[in-house]
C-alpha cells in the first residue's frame, strides 16, 4: 500500500514563527502536492511539484514555500506564520497517468492540523 | 480554481438506501475523480473515471460521466454507517486538479 505521511498531526504555533511541515511518500511518485483546508471552502492547491528540485505555484502560494529536496520528501514552509494561516494541511502524492497524460489517483496523508496564536 | 458544482451539498438518508451524489463542471476534462473524506481526516481515493468511458463500477459505488452534459454522479448503494463522510468530485482537466467543495453524507442507524 502506498503511504503519505505528514510528520505533525497537530500543531501550535505563534504569529511570526517559522513552520515546516514534512510530508514523505514511499511509492516513487513523481508528483507531489500541498493544499489547504478550510471550512466551506474544500481543497486549494498552495504548491504542487513533479520532480525533484521542481516547484509551481497553485492557487494560494502567498506566504509559504516549499521544498523538494529528494524525491520522496516534499516540505511546506511559512516563513512567518500568520493567523490566517491557520488550517488543515494535506500533503498528496501521485504517479503521472502515462495513459491519460494526467495527474492519476492522488495519495493523502492524515494531514496536519495547525494552529496560529 | 473551483469550477463547478457538486449537489447536494448535504444528504441525510437513511442506512440501507441509496445515495446519489452529483458533480457539474464548466470545462472539457480528461479524467475525472471521486473522493471521500472521513471527518478529520485525510482524503481516499474511491474511482477514477476518464473522459472516453460513461460508467464504472467499484463495490457498492458506481460512477457515471457524461461528457455532453459535463457532469458526473456517484451512486452510493445499500449505505452504511461508514459511509457517512464527505465527498469531493475533482476534475483532471489539463494538468489541473479542480475540486468541488463536496457533498456531505450522513447514514443515519
Known amino acids: 500500500d502506498v503511504k503519505v505521511t505528514q510528520s505533525s498531526r497537530y500543531l501550535v504555533k505563534r504569529t511570526g514563527e517559522k513552520v515546516f511541515l514534512e510530508c514523505v511518500q514511499d511509492?516513487?511518485?513523481?508528483?507531489m502536492f500541498w493544499y489547504r483546508q478550510d471550512p466551506g471552502l474544500g481543497l486549494r492547491l498552495i504548491y504542487f511539484?513533479?520532480?525533484?528540485?521542481?516547484?509551481e505555484k497553485g492557487d494560494i502560494p502567498e506566504g509559504y514555500s516549499v521544498s523538494r529536496e529528494k524525491k520522496e520528501r516534499f516540505s511546506l514552509i511559512l516563513e512567518s506564520a500568520s493567523t490566517n494561516q491557520t488550517s488543515m494541511y494535506l500533503c498528496?502524492?501521485?504517479?503521472?497517468?502515462?495513459?491519460?497524460?494526467?495527474?492519476?489517483?492522488?495519495?493523502f496523508g492524515e494531514g496536519s492540523r495547525l494552529t496560529v496564536l | 480554481s473551483q469550477q463547478g458544482e457538486e449537489d447536494p451539498q448535504a444528504l441525510s438518508i437513511q442506512e440501507g438506501e441509496n445515495a446519489t451524489m452529483n458533480c457539474s463542471y464548466k470545462?472539457?476534462?480528461?479524467?475525472l475523480q471521486w473522493y471521500r473524506q472521513n471527518s478529520g481526516r485525510g482524503l481516499v481515493h474511491l474511482i477514477l473515471?476518464?473522459?472516453n468511458e460513461r460508467e464504472k463500477h467499484s463495490g457498492r459505488l458506481r460512477v457515471t460521466l457524461d461528457t455532453s452534459k459535463k457532469s458526473s454522479s456517484l451512486l452510493i448503494t445499500a449505505s452504511r454507517a461508514a459511509d457517512t463522510a464527505s465527498y469531493f468530485c475533482?476534475?483532471?482537466?489539463?494538468?489541473?486538479?479542480?475540486w468541488g467543495a463536496g457533498t456531505k453524507l450522513i447514514i443515519k442507524p
Open positions: 498528496a502524492s501521485s504517479l503521472y497517468d502515462r495513459l491519460s497524460a494526467n495527474t492519476g489517483e492522488l495519495f
Open positions: 511509492m516513487d511518485h513523481e508528483n
Open positions: 511539484s513533479y520532480d525533484v528540485k521542481m516547484k
Open positions: 470545462t472539457s476534462i480528461n479524467n
Open positions: 473515471i476518464r473522459s
Open positions: 475533482v476534475r483532471d482537466s489539463n494538468y489541473q486538479l479542480i
